[in-house]
Antibody, heavy 124, light 111 residues
Framework: HLQLQESGPGLVKPSETLSLTCTVS??????????WDWIRQPPGKGLEWVGS???????FHSPSLDSRITMSVDTSKNHFSLRLTSVTAADTAAYYC????????????????WGQGILVTVSS | DVVMTQTPLSLTVAPGEPASMSCRSS???????????LDWYLHKPGQSPQLLIH???NRASGVPDRFSGSGSGTNFTLQISRVEAEDVGSYYC?????????FGGGTKVAI
């Protein structure tokens, strides 16, 4: 079955760039029926959608992160990535990668597979 | 953005007792297909979130039938008919109608 695993530094200094990668195993990223998303959860708070990318590189993201976020996908390596520039303490969170799968009967997407999450702390 | 509001913030329930929680959206989640684009996720401590209910009322594969979702438009409810110890965690509603996808603040269930 599909597995996702986040990787990257657990500590990033303020004003620097947060870079995370999600490696997908047990399935292909190129099936076309999925989006590949990032969701984060600040300590003690709820879930926040960060952004989404298709296998072809079409991306959507939270407007609150507009000028700071870049997402990319590399289907040959079966991974997708998140890059967030000029981080502050407000970006401290557990970051989850997840697959958003198309329900082909209802033509709606839902999160069916998640990584374990990686805690990223922004601190000097 | 669609704002999702969940109530209550927390619930303490005795095993075997029912539980109910609400989710309200700032705009209708009813799609032209007739489906409400509202999903419920359970985030258990130390685990990743898992899908419980899809499109307002459809239980996800493997989800026990003690979980049920209802509602339409802007008002939705998740009910647990008989709470079990394994149901502890935070429950989130999420609108899937448009991006940015938005989650409610969560309802934390304790036993």
């Amino acid at each position: 079955h599909l597995q996702l695993q986040e990787s990257g530094p657990g500590l990033v200094k303020p004003s620097e760039t947060l870079s995370l990668t999600c490696t997908v195993s047990g399935g292909s990223m190129s099936s076309g029926d999925s989006y590949w998303d990032w969701i984060r959860q600040p300590p003690g708070k709820g879930l926040e959608w960060v952004g989404s990318t298709s296998y072809s590189g079409i991306t959507f993201h939270s407007p609150s992160l507009d000028s700071r976020i870049t997402m990319s996908v590399d289907t040959s390596k079966n991974h997708f990535s998140l890059r967030l520039t000029s981080v502050t303490a407000a970006d401290t969170a557990a970051y989850y990668c997840a697959r958003r799968l198309l329900d082909s009967q209802q033509l709606a997407y839902f999160f069916d597979s998640w990584g374990q999450g990686i805690l990223v702390t922004v601190s000097s | 953005d669609v704002v999702m509001t969940q109530t209550p913030l927390s619930l303490t329930v005795a095993p075997g007792e029912p539980a109910s929680m609400s989710c309200r959206s700032s705009q209708s989640l009813l799609h032209g297909s007739g489906n409400n684009y509202l999903d419920w996720y359970l985030h258990k401590p130390g685990q990743s979130p898992q899908l419980l209910i899809h499109l307002g009322s459809n239980r996800a594969s493997g989800v026990p039938d003690r979980f049920s979702g209802s509602g339409s438009g802007t008002n939705f409810t998740l009910q647990i008919s008989r709470v079990e110890a394994e149901d502890v965690g935070s429950y989130y509603c999420m609108q899937a109608l448009e991006t940015p996808l938005t989650f409610g603040g969560g309802t934390k269930v304790a036993i």
